[in-house]
Nanobody, 119 residues
Framework: QVQLVQSGVGLAQVGGSLSLSCQMW????????MGWYAKRPGFQRELVAA???????NYVDSAKGRFTISRDYARKEVNLQMNNLKPEDTAVYYC?????????????WGEGTLVNVSS
């Protein structure tokens, strides 16, 4: 069974920084698009950043200029560096691995990490 194991400290002050990591226990890591999603209370889970196998990157507008997503193929890991944190960044952050399987999509999820940004 493929697993996504998240790590990282989830407490920060406004203007501070946090780094989240997600390691995939799967040799097929290179063919997955890796992403980070945020789930805020009362809202649906939404994409924060994603990086394709080719290295193409997509950020939600609120993350542009503040967050950086990267992937390490040797460690089978995706990272999210979060800088200049704001209170509205408070959410549970989920690691996601996605790839097409025929006409369908395979989605794998990490267990989630609570990020709490306080003033």
């Amino acid at each position: 069974q493929v697993q996504l194991v998240q790590s990282g400290v989830g407490l920060a002050q406004v203007g501070g920084s946090l780094s989240l990591s997600c390691q995939m226990w799967e040799d097929a890591f290179p063919i997955f698009t890796m992403g980070w999603y945020a789930k805020r209370p009362g809202f649906q889970r939404e994409l924060v950043a994603a990086i394709t196998p080719n290295g193409d990157i997509n950020y939600v507008d609120s993350a542009k200029g503040r967050f950086t997503i990267s992937r390490d193929y040797a460690r089978k890991e995706v990272n999210l560096q979060m800088n200049n944190l704001k209170p509205e960044d408070t959410a549970v952050y989920y690691c996601n691995a996605r790839r097409p399987v025929g006409s369908a999509t395979m989605d794998l999820w990490g267990e989630g990490t609570l990020v709490n940004v306080s003033s």
